[in-house]
């Protein structure tokens, strides 16, 4: 099983500000990288697949980054709906999740 | 719009069995492999099963392999989750959600809204 290790676990941002998600596997999953976002209470949405995709309707403040073992997500200008947890996931062998990043008001 | 809508949850004891469903709507169901993740209370996400489009393959996580089968009936685009020998530790919500990209591209771009199991005495 791949592991997927997320950093940090929780990120207190202003809004306008810019934050920066980290993802790492434990073995190389090429580009097969997915971020999902996820409300209270929600289903999760997804974000970015390839690593750097956007999904359908995802504004551009989101963007991905990343090969291999190492990615990034980057929100450029936070705004209050982007206040969640966020998941990437792999899918380069059988689905594996990371544990989460929080991302709070700060 | 692409819509998934699960039901069957509820609470059941443990060594129980349950059945899971997910209507499907608004995408050609047969075109897509469908896929069932749950989230246990407060904690991540964990991929349980897929089964293609044609339903000719399917796979299992190792933490339900030989307890859980997924199944689909396209002609009602329906996808089900028969759980058997239920355990403590099964106690989640459960998503279905849509495959989004090629075959055995194993992200999700569509999920339903989650239907909760609790397995308890």
């Known amino acids: 099983e791949i592991v997927m290790t997320q950093s940090p676990a929780t990120l207190s941002v202003s809004p306008g500000e810019r934050a920066t998600l980290s993802c790492r596997a434990s073995q190389s999953v090429s580009s097969h990288l997915a971020w999902y976002l996820q409300k209270p209470g929600q289903a999760p949405r997804l974000l970015i697949y390839?690593?750097?995709t956007r999904a359908t309707g995802i504004p551009a403040r989101f963007s991905g980054s990343g090969s291999g073992t190492e990615f990034t997500l980057t929100i450029s200008s936070l705004q209050s709906e982007d206040f969640a947890v966020y998941y990437c996931?792999?899918?380069?062998?059988?689905?594996?999740f990371g544990q989460g990043t929080k991302v709070e008001v700060k | 719009q692409v819509q998934l809508v699960e039901s069957g949850g509820g609470v059941v004891q443990p060594g129980r069995s349950l059945r899971l469903s997910c209507a499907a709507s608004?995408?050609?169901?047969?075109?897509?492999?469908m896929h069932w993740v749950r989230q246990a209370p407060g904690k991540g996400l964990e991929w349980v099963a897929v089964?293609?489009?044609?339903?000719?393959?399917?796979h299992y996580a190792d933490s339900v392999k030989g307890r859980f089968t997924i199944s689909r009936d396209n002609s009602k685009n329906t996808l089900y989750l028969q759980m058997n020998s239920l355990r403590a530790e099964d106690t989640a919500v459960y998503y279905c959600a849509r495959e989004g990209g090629a075959v055995a591209d194993y992200y999700f771009d569509y999920w339903g809204q989650g239907t909760p199991l609790t397995v308890s005495s």
């Open positions: 390839g690593a750097s």
């Open positions: 608004g995408f050609t169901f047969t075109s897509y492999g």
């Open positions: 089964i293609w489009h044609d339903g000719s393959n399917k």
């Open positions: 996931q792999q899918y380069n062998s059988w689905p594996t």
